[in-house]
């Protein structure tokens, strides 16, 4: 249900990117229109997202519902034919196109419609979408949702790790941003067994505090105890505050290296599984990397 609920939210933030890009709906911009269609029967239905939308000024506005599905359900068909018969009862003068998006992790069983009720409609399997298709879009919610598609043979530890890299990028200011798109990520990988890839580059690209680490610590005490000596040798009272202070600067210089070390091997690592599938300037770009750093990866 939690994958659901994730899902459907993505899919309404990328309402224009899914009807242009993967449905290939031209559409006038901003001339989509969210629509109401709660129903109330014994239970309490409503269709995930249908929308009024027009693609280019000489033709009428029209319906699109798009239903989202995480597993194969064996009345799914009727389930479509009901929000069809309650659309159509809503808005009887205007046309409507139907489409089920299938973002589970078995195989698509379901099938597009009743046939003997001359019943269709369109069904999209996100396995089958290649995955730059989304991540090209560049937004957080597109790369959340990539996860999902075709990796057309790319390795999935690059993929995730240039979706995880990607999110902190755009999100970085905004840290509680970031770990909610991080939250959607894992939810959705379990859709592709991708969980401990995920989890493996989350830990790569973690930003630790460096006062926490015990190599800051220890850092940090060496030079405490090398200041303390220095000082006891100069006079009490002046050599324990001067040693303190060189103590804990030195400590902290140390970490620093060792950190922006560790970071560097990072970036590099990532920047060589991604050349051959962006060009040199997106890697250096991407990674804070000069052209000739990049260069060398080849």
Known sequence: MQKDIVTKSLIEALATCLVTRLL???????????????????ENRRADMVVRLQSDENTAPALLHLEIQNNNHAQMPL?????????????????LRQYLIYTGKERLTMPAGLPEFNY?????????I?????????????????ILCDFKGR????????IIKRLYQLTRERDDTFR????????????????????????MLTDFNIERLPSFQIATQRG???????????????????GMERGVEQGR??????????????????????????DDQQIAELFDLTPQEVAALH
Not at 36 to 41: C, F, I, K, P
Not at 79 to 95: A, F, H, K, N, S
Not at 155 to 162: K, M, R
């Open 130 to 146: 290649d995955c730059a298709l989304l991540l090209s879009e560049d937004t957080p919610d597109a790369l959340v949702l990539a």
């Open 120 to 128: 269709h409609y369109e069904l999209i399997d996100m396995r089958t």
């Open 180 to 203: 909610r798109y991080l939250h959607m990520l894992e939810l959705l990988s379990e859709n592709r067994d991708l969980q401990d890839t995920v989890k493996e580059t989350e830990q």
């Open 253 to 278: 210089k140390l970490e620093r290296n060792a950190a922006q070390a560790r970071d560097y091997a990072n970036r590099l690592s990532f920047a060589t599984r991604l050349i051959g599938q962006l």
């Open 79 to 95: 389930r479509m034919l009901r929000y069809y018969t309650d659309i159509r009862l809503r808005w009887p003068q205007e046309p």
């Open 224 to 242: 405490l105890a090398q200041g303390l000596e220095q000082g006891l040798e100069q006079g009490l009272e002046q050599g324990l505050e001067q």
């Open 24 to 42: 290939k709906i031209p559409v006038i911009p901003g001339s989509i229109e969210w629509l109401d269609t709660e129903q109330h029967r014994v």
């Open 155 to 162: 390795a999935a530890q690059d993929i995730v790790g240039y």
